[in-house]
C-alpha cells in the first residue's frame, strides 16, 4: 500500500488552525536500540544486502511457521515475482479487486496478464468471493485478494475456491502481517504470501517487502528475480537464466526490521485499543443519525492497520475533500484508502467504466482514514472523533 493521499507524517510546517500539535494520520514508533543498530549497521561498512537481511528473513520464516520466506525492496514487487514464478503472462486472467492501492492490479499488467475485477463485499470491504467465483473463466489462472485495513479475506473459502478451479493465489497482505485467521497468523498458511513493510505499516523496514513462498524451489527462483536472475558459483561463476529486476533489501533496512519485529505483538494490542476506542466514541446519537458507516468490529483476527469510516454522501453538502480540508485545518490527518482501480484513466483505456462495481465505487468515493499508530492516546481519538463530528454535523444537507 502505498502513502495516503493527505499528508501524513506529522510535519510541524503542515499548517493549521488547532493550538494542539498536529495529529498524522499515521507515524512510526522506532526505539533508541533499533536507531543504535542502524547506526552499526552503517559504520560496519555492508549496507547493502547482507548479513542483516539474512537474520531478517530468518525471523521472518520464523514467524510463519518456518515456511520460505524472501525479503524484497517492496511489497510491489513481491507480488510481481510471485506471477511470474507461478507462470502467469500473456494470455492469462487474474482475479482482484477493485479497491486497493493501483499496485495491485499493475503487477498483473506488468506480467502481461489481465487483471479481471470483481466488486467487493460492502460489509468487509474485502473481495466478494461468490462474485470472484462467477468470474472465473478458462483462462484464469489466478487470485489476487487484498486483506483491506488489515481485516483477513476468509482464507476458508479463499483456499477451498482456488483448490477447486486450481488457481495460484497470491494473498496482498501487505496491510495484514500480524493479522491472524482462526488463530494461525496470516503467512503461515496458504499460498504465495506478499507482505509490505513500507513506513505507513504496522511493523517497517522504512521502505520494504517480503514473499512468503511454497518450496525451496521457488524460494530460489525469488531470488533470481530479485536480482537480475543471477546464479553464482564458486569465486568467480556467474550464470543468468532468466530476467530479474533490481529488487533487493538493504542491511539498513532490514536492521530497522529485526528492530521492529519485537514489537509486533504490543503494536497490534495498542491499534485494538484505539479501534476500540474509536467504536466508542462513535456509538453517540449525533454519530448514529448521520449514517456514519464504520468497519467491522473484528478484534479477533485483524491487525486493524487502519480505522476507516464511510462518509454518507447522501447526506452530506461536503465532499470528502472538503471533510479533509476541515480536518488538516483542525490538525488531524486523514487519508484515502483508495480509489476504485477502474476509474483511473489507464483501466478505463482497457474498457472499464462507471457503474461496473458500484460498492467499491461509493467506497472510493466515500471511504476515509483516521488516524490509528501505537504513539496514540484515547485522549487522541476522543480529539479525532470529536472534530469529525463537528464536521459533518455542519456539512449535512439541509
Request: glycine residues 8%; proline residues 6%; neutral net charge.
Amino acid at each position: 500500500m502505498s502513502p495516503a493521499l493527505s499528508p501524513s507524517n506529522g510535519s510541524p510546517a503542515i499548517p493549521t488552525k488547532s493550538a494542539l500539535p498536529y495529529l498524522p494520520l499515521t507515524r512510526p514508533t522506532i526505539d533508541d536500540e533499533t536507531i543504535a543498530g542502524v547506526a552499526e549497521v552503517l559504520r560496519s561498512g555492508w549496507i547493502t544486502s547482507g548479513p542483516n537481511v539474512k537474520a531478517f528473513e530468518a525471523k521472518l520464516s520464523e514467524y510463519c511457521d518456518g515456511r520460505p520466506v524472501r525479503a524484497f525492496n517492496s511489497g510491489t514487487c513481491t507480488m510481481e515475482i510471485a506471477l511470474r514464478i507461478a507462470g502467469i503472462g500473456p494470455g492469462h486472467e487474474v482475479i482482484t479487486t477493485p479497491l486497493s492501492w493501483v499496485a495491485t492490479s499493475n503487477v498483473v499488467l506488468a506480467v502481461g496478464a489481465k487483471p479481471v475485477f470483481v466488486d467487493i463485499d460492502p460489509v468487509t470491504r474485502n473481495i466478494d468471493l461468490n462474485q470472484a467465483e462467477a468470474a472465473i473463466t478458462p483462462a484464469t489462472r489466478a487470485i489476487i485478494p487484498v486483506d483491506l485495513s488489515g481485516l483477513p479475506v476468509d482464507r476458508d473459502f479463499l483456499h477451498a475456491l482456488a483448490a477447486k478451479f486450481k488457481l495460484r493465489v497470491v494473498e496482498d497482505a501487505a496491510q495484514s502481517f500480524g493479522s491472524t485467521w482462526k488463530g494461525r497468523r496470516i503467512g503461515a498458511f496458504g499460498d504465495f504470501v506478499s507482505f509490505s513493510f513500507h513506513a505507513n505499516k504496522n511493523i517497517t523496514t522504512i521502505e520494504g517487502g517480503a514473499l512468503v513462498l511454497n518450496d525451496e524451489r521457488e524460494a530460489k527462483l525469488a531470488e533470481q528475480y530479485r536480482l537480475q536472475g543471477v546464479v553464482r558459483s564458486g569465486h568467480d561463476g556467474m550464470e543468468v537464466e532468466l530476467a530479474g529486476g533490481k529488487y533487493n533489501l538493504t542491511d539498513v533496512a532490514a536492521r530497522v526490521g529485526l528492530g521492529q519485529l519485537p514489537h509486533l505483538e504490543a503494536f497490534t494490542a495498542k491499534r485494538r485499543e484505539l479501534a476500540r476506542a474509536y467504536f466508542q466514541q462513535l456509538d453517540a446519537p449525533a454519530i448514529r443519525a448521520l449514517g456514519l458507516g464504520l468497519p467491522v468490529a473484528d478484534f479477533t483476527h485483524s491487525n486493524w492497520h487502519m480505522f476507516q469510516v464511510m462518509l454518507p454522501e447522501e447526506r452530506l453538502a461536503l465532499k470528502r475533500a472538503d471533510v479533509m480540508a476541515k480536518l488538516q485545518e483542525a490538525g488531524i490527518g486523514t487519508g484515502v484508502h483508495y480509489p476504485a482501480i477502474h476509474r483511473f484513466a489507464l483501466y478505463r483505456r482497457l474498457g472499464w467504466g462507471e457503474g461496473d462495481f458500484p460498492h467499491a465505487e461509493y467506497a472510493g468515493r466515500n471511504i476515509l482514514t483516521l488516524p490509528l499508530f501505537p504513539a496514540m492516546t484515547a485522549a487522541d481519538v476522543a480529539r479525532v472523533v470529536e472534530e469529525l463530528t463537528a464536521v459533518l454535523v455542519a456539512g449535512q444537507k439541509l
